[in-house]
């Protein structure tokens, strides 16, 4: 074991950007192989108990961050078990226990990255977690028929209901300042992952704050951009990889990514079935177009064999991600 740890501080340096449940899954399998790593986690979000707490206490949104230490904690399990903990009744119903922690930290303070760091060295995470600004922002979306919504939490209803795609999203203040550490942690990554996870509400947020696209596209690291496994429901029915990664493009500018590790392996036919009720399908892998958008594409089997949903496999995406960094490395193709 003291090898394997050995090993593992080692390891490459790993800048993950986005947020939600694709992040923090991204995290487990990551952590299997280094601890060097620097999760760099949207602030957008503003539905359920982030949202609660983002309004009555006036501070960033703690869901994201707090699923993000889960992932990266070494504690005991029964720490991990609190952290996610949600309560059932009264005001607090649906409140995770590991927010109202995060938001006790973000009271004794100065900052909410500050508040970020003394949790992680309580849960004593592997790496780094680090909001990617501490400006409080909202999320606007505009769509195709040139509608506008603002709220994270209201794009996908609202999407429903203009039966169009999403042209483009972008934050409210404008300019919202990256914190100085995410600009530093991505100048000296060893490799840089987008995603997995909601395009629109989870990774490109943090490509609009001011000064994280340029740290991207300035780094001689490999910049992968780890596709999700399905559409999803309100958000990017019908897109097809060329499209996800052009949306990318859009809002973080040409050069951005120069490879994309997709999944391989099919999509059970249970799961199918369900996803479709919703309007959601496997992404078409349009392998001509994605070439053509500059990027290299690379599939490899990333999807669960045992979760009831089509997910990534935290063992696999973990190995997938370590073995394309090894391969580039050793040909120097970046």
Not at 71 to 85: D, H, K, R, S, W
Not at 106 to 114: A, K, R, V, Y
Not at 192 to 221: M, Q
């Amino acid at each position: 074991m003291e090898g394997h740890n050995r090993l593992r501080n080692q390891g490459p340096r790993v800048v993950a950007i986005g947020g939600g449940h694709g992040l923090s899954t991204l995290l487990r399998g990551l952590k299997l192989h280094t601890g060097n790593i620097t999760a760099i986690v949207t602030v957008a979000d503003d539905g359920g108990g982030s949202g609660m707490l983002r309004q009555d206490l006036g501070m960033p949104p703690p869901g994201d961050i707090r699923s993000c230490m889960e992932a990266l904690a070494n504690t005991e399990p029964l720490m991990e078990q609190l952290l996610g903990y949600r309560f059932t009744d009264g005001s607090l119903s649906g409140q995770a226990f590991g927010n109202l922690l995060l938001a006790a930290l973000n009271g004794i303070s100065g900052s909410f990255d500050e508040a970020v760091e003394k949790m992680s060295q309580v849960l004593a995470i592997t790496g780094r977690i680090l909001p990617v600004t501490n400006a409080n922002v909202a999320l606007r979306a505009t769509f195709e028929n040139g509608a506008q919504v603002v709220g994270e939490s209201k794009i996908a209803a609202f999407k429903k209901a203009q039966d169009c795609r999403i042209s483009r999203v972008e934050l409210l203040p404008g300019h919202a300042p990256a914190l100085p550490a995410t600009l530093e942690a991505i100048s000296q990554a060893d490799l840089i992952l987008l995603g997995p996870g909601s395009l629109y509400t989870s990774v490109i947020p943090n490509l609009l704050v001011d000064g994280i696209s340029e740290a991207i596209r300035a780094s001689d690291a490999p910049r992968v951009y780890i596709a999700n496994i399905m559409t999803q429901d309100g958000e990017t029915e019908g897109m097809t990889l060329s499209e996800h990664i052009s949306a990318l493009l859009v809002h973080g500018g040409e050069g951005l990514i120069n490879l994309c590790l997709a999944n391989s392996a099919p999509v059970r036919p249970g799961l199918l079935e369900r996803y479709q009720e919703e309007g959601a399908e496997p992404i078409l892998i349009d392998r001509d177009r994605v070439k053509r958008l500059g990027v290299e594409l690379v599939e490899r089997p990333l999807s669960s064999e045992t979760s009831d949903y089509a997910r990534h496999s935290v063992e696999r995406l973990g190995k997938a991600v370590m073995d394309l960094y090894q391969e580039r490395a050793e040909t120097r193709v970046f």
